[in-house]
């Protein structure tokens, strides 16, 4: 291990504090330390460019590649779209893996 492990990246931008906190969560749940730059900043959107208030969600060196693999899968379910679920035929938005209604799981998001 060098001393790079412990540098801070950058792997995720956006100018959504909702968002950043959410890939915030994904990142948390794979026990991934992660940091927000510029929240402070989100309080001047409309006084300040907005191209100023971006946040960056920030993960050590060493868990970039972790942090990566789970941000390539949030990003394919934001272009993924509804499915039916075959149980119940309740229709669910991309980023339920599971039926809202019956519960089951949804087959073909493997």
Request: net charge negative; with cysteine.
């Amino acid at each position: 291990m060098t001393d790079n492990s412990f540098k801070w990246r950058c792997v995720f931008t956006t100018e959504n504090l909702l968002e950043a906190h959410i890939v915030q969560g994904l990142l948390s749940q794979a026990k991934i330390e992660t940091r927000i730059s510029g929240e402070p900043l989100v309080g001047g959107i409309g006084e300040i460019p907005a191209d100023q208030a971006t946040l960056s969600l920030l993960v050590y060196e060493i868990k970039e590649r972790a942090a990566q693999k789970i941000l390539v899968d949030y990003a394919q379910q934001q272009t993924s779209s509804d499915w039916r679920c075959n149980n119940c035929r309740e229709l669910n938005g991309p980023a339920f893996q599971y039926c809202w209604q019956c519960g089951k799981h949804n087959d073909k998001s493997e």
